[in-house]
């Protein structure tokens, strides 16, 4: 029974730095790379960072590059992702989920999210 559990989320003022974690089970975590979207009120899903699954490399979209890191732990099965300076724009449903390509096989896995509310 695959699961992705994010926890982390709660209501932060501007300017503070909040840490998301996701516990991912069964399914081969260290084989997967893996992501972080969110979604705000009203808007479309967004990416926001996604990790290869040795966590050794990293990728983000321009406007979310160095406020945010993702990070990995393979051994403990846990993916973080580190904001910092959050921004009222910050305020969505952040989600992890399993970022490698379905034609090879690897399949599309998401968490339920955890609320970030920014105010």
């Known amino acids: 029974h695959v699961q992705l559990v994010e926890s982390g989320g709660r209501v932060a003022q501007p300017g503070e730095s909040l840490n998301l974690s996701c516990a991912a089970s069964g399914f081969v975590f260290r084989t997967y790379g893996m992501k972080w979207s969110r979604q705000a009120p009203g808007k479309e899903l967004e990416w926001v960072a996604t990790?290869?699954?040795?966590?050794?490399?990293?990728y983000y979209p321009p406007r979310l590059e160095g406020r945010f890191i993702i990070s990995r732990d393979n051994a403990k099965n846990t993916l973080y992702l580190q904001m910092n300076s959050l921004k009222s724009e910050d305020t969505a449903l952040y989600y992890c989920?399993?970022?490698?390509?379905?034609?090879?096989?690897?399949?599309?896995?998401w968490g339920q999210g955890t609320q970030v509310t920014v105010s």
């Open positions: 989920a399993t970022d490698s390509p379905v034609r090879y096989g690897y399949l599309d896995y």
């Open positions: 990790i290869d699954a040795r966590g050794s490399t990293t």
